[in-house]
């Protein structure tokens, strides 16, 4: 495996000498698309500021690609990070055009190479109709993909970004996630913070961090999380009453999903022989009958309920 894009080892933001923001977070972020997932004041952001260098830890340490950020090489490192923070504030009297020529100047790009960046950015954000409107009178979901447009300027290999479809409409979420994709197809890499779950799970992330009170409580893709919950999740189509009723006082969890029935169960093979059973008897067809994996929604809320259990159990030993 290649080496990490971020990595951080022991990472702790302490406020008013008592506040514990982040506690000893240890994250590895490889190549592709991060989730960085956990309730609001969860320490996300504060995260996010301290890998951007706006804001110094109270102990710990960050590598960005394999170099201490805090070393003599910071400036060169902070040149291959974009960055698009949840509320992004822009010299709002600015087109969009000329945002992007003010951002390609601080980075002294050749007027040549900035011309032909714009045109090419603001193709991709689809912003190129509207290049010539203030930034003022941009909608919401217009104002992130600016965002996005400024932060890869200077064509940098990792992006970070905070609550990027926070507060956007479903059409203008959809578009930042079509978008998100189309820049992993391009080799970017992109630590993405977000509460919103399901949006994760749309952009196909590679892995995932969960982070609660400051703690990091889970990390890795979506198929070692749902191994490491050791918790099986079958699907059965049809949904069909006989087996819904049939299974209920054997499994864990059931729900309906159109014409399937989503399972979670311990015993992969009493749910099987009963479903079988049914089939057999009452002439009914089992058109899928498959092992698979919790949705990452779900795999927050398990491990948000494990790490309560967790806490509550410190808290009665001490």
């Known amino acids: 495996m290649k080496n990490p894009i971020i990595q951080t080892f022991e990472l702790t933001k302490i406020f ?3 506040t514990i923001a982040v506690n000893k977070l240890n994250i590895i972020v490889h190549e592709g698309i991060y989730g960085f997932l956990g309730p609001n ?3 996300k952001t504060t995260t996010i500021k301290m890998l951007i ?5 109270s102990s710990g340490e960050i590598e960005i690609f394999g170099k201490n950020i805090n070393s003599n090489e910071k400036i060169n490192i902070h040149k291959l990070i974009g960055y698009v923070p949840e509320n992004p504030i822009y010299f709002m009297e600015m087109t969009a055009e000329k945002l992007l020529k003010h951002i390609g100047s601080i980075f002294h790009m050749p007027k040549q190479e900035i011309k032909s960046r714009i045109s090419n950015l603001l193709k991709l954000v689809e912003l190129s109709n509207v290049k010539s409107r203030k930034i003022a009178k941009f909608s919401a979901g217009m104002k992130q993909r600016i965002g996005i447009a400024q932060a890869l300027m200077n064509d940098p290999e990792l992006l970070i970004l905070d609550e ?9 979420r959809n578009q930042m996630i079509d978008l998100l994709k189309e820049l992993r197809q391009q080799g970017k890499t992109m630590l993405i913070s977000t509460h919103i779950l399901p949006e994760v799970q749309k952009m196909s992330a590679d892995s995932i961090g969960i982070i609660n ?9 979506i198929q070692e999380l749902n191994e490491r919950l050791g918790t099986k999740v ?5 949904n069909n009453d ?3 009723n049939s299974l209920k006082p054997i499994v864990s969890k059931i729900e309906e999903d159109a014409d399937s029935l989503i399972i979670e169960a311990n015993d992969l093979k009493q749910v099987w022989t009963t479903v079988a059973q049914i089939s057999l008897k009452n002439n009914v067809v089992i058109k899928e009958f498959r092992l698979t994996g919790l949705e990452i929604e779900n ?3 398990k491990a948000l309920e494990k790490d309560n259990k967790n806490v509550e159990l410190k808290n009665i030993e001490d």
């Open 242 to 244: 006989l087996f819904r």
């Open 164 to 172: 990027i479809t926070a507060n956007l409409d479903p059409l203008g």
């Open 234 to 238: 079958i699907r059965i189509t049809p």
């Open 53 to 57: 260098g706006s804001l110094k830890p």
């Open 16 to 18: 008013n000498s008592k």
């Open 299 to 301: 795999i927050f809320m």
């Open 213 to 221: 009170q400051g703690n990091l409580i889970m990390e890795g893709s």
């Open 41 to 43: 004041g969860a320490g």
